[in-house]
């Protein structure tokens, strides 16, 4: 059973759409996930436009991925890094914490992934 960063059950971050390393809608990760997509995130307008100027464009689609492109308001499992750096430059999208993997913890501290908190 997959643990969240507060130590109950990995909820669902989202289906719809379908998110996670193995695209099952689940944060969780595995050795060779090298971006640790751990981070549930509701994604805000502001969020995509930084993570396209620093390479990562998740607002076009993929066709060929399965990729629909993201819209805000859309959750997705995000890089632990590309988060920690949107945090640092105040652009990093509120997370649902249960549905972040507790992986996340070897990276940032609970009490600042409590202070972007939503609800589910």
Not at 2 to 25: A, H, M, W
Not at 43 to 58: C, H, K, M, P
Request: charged share 20%.
């Amino acid at each position: 059973m997959e643990k969240n960063i507060l130590g109950n059950q990995l909820i669902s971050c989202c289906i719809n759409p379908v998110t996670g390393y193995f695209r099952d809608g689940l944060c969780r990760t595995i050795s060779q996930d090298t971006g640790t997509h751990t981070v549930c995130a509701s994604v805000t307008q502001e969020f995509l436009e930084y993570s396209a100027s620093r390479g990562n464009d998740l607002i076009t689609p993929v066709p060929h991925w399965k990729f629909p492109g993201l819209k805000a308001g859309d959750k997705w499992c995000l890089c632990i890094s590309r988060w920690l750096d949107a945090e640092k430059v105040g652009k990093a999208p509120p997370i649902i914490l249960e549905a972040t993997h507790e992986k996340t913890l070897q990276y940032a501290s609970l009490e600042l992934l409590q202070n972007y908190a939503v609800k589910v």
